[in-house]
């Protein structure tokens, strides 16, 4: 449970943040948070509303400014990169409220995804198929008359088109039932075991958190208060103190 | 006169006032219909191509080259300026206004300084043809079939090509199209030269029937900001062409019933009416009826 201290964070670490701080004008939201992710892993970030962890996934893609610290991705400093130069280099990210292209057609959404660089660079839409047949389904259909579910399917289903080797999830469960959030998860952990990728996830959902994570960074006030293991989080005691929920 | 001269004639005017239209819209269906950017200085790119068509015309170049180069050269200034001035104001729609209006009055002086008052203007070409005892020109339904040709491919850039799909992703959304590895800023730079490209076709296209002089763009400004307003921004292109179509209408009848001068009142008058009735334009209109269509089919 103890914080990992920052030596511990090896070379191969797929990315890796070092002190950074960012925020909304020069209001500083994150302050010197420090942490590191292993290729194949499942990172979860836990905390209570508006500790900051919607504005670490904007920053480590890049949609918010850097203040301070460094961004490493495969041992590349991308702390100053302009979004779509991370997403080149295989960062993907799917927003709180999914950031569906509403007016495009679920096929066009899909196509945007070749965007995304990382390993394949060739664009494999019969996956993402496989995982999500209601996409193929629906192909022709404006985006924004989807459902929730689908919508949320299509969003990562879109990240999955380019192949990224790092997907930033924020909140997938949001507004979702939950027999989808559970399929979610479990394409979550398949894509992970089988294939060259990395999630971290910013989650409330408990459940979901235990059935995929590998390990859970726990938020507070813009900075990480502390490590737990999934089992840690499930316990209803540790959930109460570090997120004041039961 | 016959009846088919009559009935000619009529819908030669027809044609000739929505090609005017959606010439004179045809950058702004890109700058203002789907970037958002109030550019009041969008009539003067179009000066900018009917100079250009007119040196190069001049300097023995043919004239469909000439305005090509018009669509090339009013292209590169657009993008100077969305880089210079342009890009600082997106979503602000005063500042946008006022500041676009200041390039406006800063070229049309700047080209008065440099160029004089007015330029050798270029012949119109073709000719003209008769129907019973009337006579036509040729070049007016030249106009108009260019008009109808860059709005087909505007509507095939932008519905088919990956380049398409990508501008469309940024208009939509910015911050996720920049996420999926589109250089926001540079798409933005692009599509508005384009659109001025464009303008500067269009442009070019006029010259060759009007008087080029600094204030050549004044004439063209306001109307393709009405056009494009009354088609609205739910779909641009069917929303321009019906609204090119309907304004049109309105002019042409009321042209031949009573004057030129009312005509054009008649057209304001009839662009207030629709946006009275339909404040979010007329492509709003028919696509919320074709969701309701879809629905009871199914």
């Not at chain 2, 509507?155 to 920049?178: D, H, I, K, V």
Request: charged share 15%.
């Amino acid at each position: 449970m103890a914080a990992e201290p920052a030596e511990r964070q090896s070379e191969q670490a797929l990315l890796s943040v070092d002190g950074i701080s960012s925020g909304y004008g020069s209001a500083r939201i994150l302050q010197n948070l420090s942490f590191a992710v292993e290729r194949h892993e499942i990172l979860a970030i836990v905390g209570r509303n508006g500790v900051g962890k919607t504005t670490l996934m904007k920053t480590l893609i890049g949609l918010l400014r850097l203040m301070d610290g460094t961004i490493e991705f495969k041992g590349e400093s991308i702390g100053r990169f302009r979004p779509s130069r991370r997403a080149h280099r295989g960062i993907a990210y799917v927003p709180q409220g999914r950031g569906i292209f509403n007016r495009m057609s679920v096929t066009e959404n899909l196509v945007l995804g070749q965007g995304l660089g990382g390993i394949g660079r060739k664009a494999d839409f019969d996956r993402v198929y496989r995982f999500f047949p209601r996409l193929k389904e629906r192909g022709s259909q404006k985006a924004g008359s989807m459902s929730g579910g689908e919508q949320q399917q299509l969003a990562i289903g879109r990240v999955l088109v380019g192949q990224p080797e790092l997907i930033l999830l924020d909140e997938p469960s949001e507004g979702i039932q939950p027999n989808i959030v559970q399929e979610i998860g479990q394409i979550i952990r398949r894509l992970t075991e089988q294939e060259d990728l990395t999630v971290i996830i910013v989650e409330q959902n408990l459940e979901l958190i235990h059935s995929v994570a590998d390990r859970c960074m726990v938020m507070d006030k813009g900075t990480i208060i502390a490590h737990l293991t999934p089992d840690e989080i499930a316990d209803e005691e540790v959930a109460k103190r570090y997120l004041a929920i039961a | 006169m016959e009846t088919v001269s009559i009935i000619f004639s009529f819908i030669y005017q027809y044609a000739d006032n929505i090609g005017f239209l959606l010439l004179a819209a045809v950058g702004l269906i890109i700058i203002f219909g789907m970037m958002g950017v109030i550019n009041m200085a969008h009539g003067e790119l179009m000066m900018i191509g009917a100079y250009i068509t007119a040196f190069a015309y001049h300097a023995g170049v043919p004239a469909p080259i000439a305005i090509i180069f018009a669509g090339i050269g009013s292209g590169l200034a657009g993008i100077v300026l969305e880089r210079l001035v342009i890009r600082f104001f997106y979503r602000q729609l005063l500042s946008s206004l006022v500041v676009t209006w200041g390039i406006s009055l800063v070229l049309t002086e700047g080209f008065l300084l440099i160029f004089g008052p007015s330029i050798l203007n270029v012949p119109t070409p073709f000719g003209s043809f008769g129907v019973g005892e009337l006579t036509f020109g040729i070049y007016r339904l030249v106009l108009f079939g260019v008009a109808l040709l860059l709005i087909g491919l505007i509507w095939a850039l932008f519905s088919y090509t990956r380049f398409g799909a990508r501008a469309r992703a940024t208009m939509e959304n910015p911050e996720m199209a920049e996420a999926f590895g589109i250089n926001t800023s540079r798409m933005y730079a692009l599509t508005f030269g384009l659109g001025s490209a464009l303008g500067g076709i269009a442009g070019g296209m006029f010259a060759l029937t009007a008087t080029i002089s600094p204030f050549f763009g004044v004439n063209y400004t306001l109307f393709a900001f009405i056009t494009v307003v009354v088609g609205g921004g739910a779909n641009v292109i069917t929303g321009v062409t019906t609204s090119a179509a309907a304004l049109a209408g309105a002019q042409t009848i009321v042209n031949n019933a009573w004057s030129v001068y009312v005509g054009y009142v008649s057209m304001m008058l009839a662009a207030f009416l629709i946006l009275l009735i339909l404040p979010r334009g007329i492509s709003e209109y028919l696509e919320r009826r074709k969701i309701r269509v879809a629905k009871k089919n199914g």
